[in-house]
Antibody, heavy 119, light 108 residues
Framework: EVQLVESGGGLVQPGGSLRLSCAAS????????MHWVRQAPGKGLVWVSR????????LYADSVKGRFTISRDNAKDTLYLQMDSLRAEDTALYYC????????????WGQGTLVTVSS | EIVLTQSPGTLSLSPGERATLSCRAS???????LAWYQQKPGQAPRLLIY???SRATGIPDRFSGSGSGTDFTLTISRLEPEDFAVYYC?????????FGQGTKVEIK
């Protein structure tokens, strides 16, 4: 059974940093591209970042470029999102999602980890 | 960037009725790379439809997708109580991947 479990969220002050993790199981992690998607409280879904299976190809949304860093450790079956220079508008539930092997859509999602940026 | 606009914002219907949700793209979505997701309160999104019209594994056949180019539709033929939720369309033709703002299907 495919499982994605996020962790690392919490309360952080503006300008602070946080590192999110997404532990994967039930599939060959290194074979799949992975994404981060966020959802502000009561709002819609917003794509954040994507990384290829071997970590060589990375993309970011303009809103996080230069502040967030996506990475992965295929030996640990874990995806990461390093979040620096956090702003109030980064407050959201952060989901990791797996890119399907059959196309670019997201076939599995974690339950999310909440990041709150506030003083 | 492809902007996806969903309508209506809220759909008030009764169980057993037919739901028709629209998703319009600001430019043509190549190869119909469009997906639909369902999200219930407190839950992660769940994939329903991909490639505009293909049902994901385990999705009941009352859910169907159609469309191409800039206009796409999700149809729920007969609403079951568990179908009342928020629905999002998403394109995956190119970066940045974008989502519509969502349509809430609520019980009338």
């Amino acid at each position: 059974e495919v499982q994605l479990v996020e962790s690392g969220g919490g309360l952080v002050q503006p300008g602070g940093s946080l590192r999110l993790s997404c532990a994967a199981s039930g599939f060959i992690f290194s074979s799949y591209w992975m994404h981060w998607v966020r959802q502000a409280p009561g709002k819609g879904l917003v794509w954040v970042s994507r990384i290829s299976g071997d970590g060589s190809t990375i993309l970011y949304a303009d809103s996080v470029k230069g502040r967030f860093t996506i990475s992965r450790d295929n030996a640990k079956d874990t995806l990461y999102l390093q979040m620096d220079s956090l702003r109030a508008e980064d407050t959201a539930l952060y989901y990791c999602a797996r890119r399907s092997g059959a196309g670019g859509f997201f076939d599995y999602w974690g339950q999310g980890t909440l990041v709150t940026v506030s003083s | 960037e492809i902007v996806l606009t969903q309508s209506p914002g809220t759909l008030s219907l009764s169980p057993g009725e037919r739901a028709t949700l629209s998703c319009r793209a600001s430019q043509s979505v190549s190869s119909s790379y469009l997906a639909w997701y369902q999200q219930k309160p407190g839950q992660a999104p769940r994939l329903l439809i991909y490639d505009a019209s293909s049902r994901a594994t385990g999705i009941p056949d009352r859910f169907s997708g159609s469309g191409s180019g800039t206009d796409f539709t999700l149809t729920i033929s007969r609403l079951e109580p568990e179908d009342f939720a928020v629905y999002y369309c998403q394109h995956y033709a190119s970066s940045p991947w974008t989502f519509g703002q969502g349509t809430k299907v609520e019980i009338k």
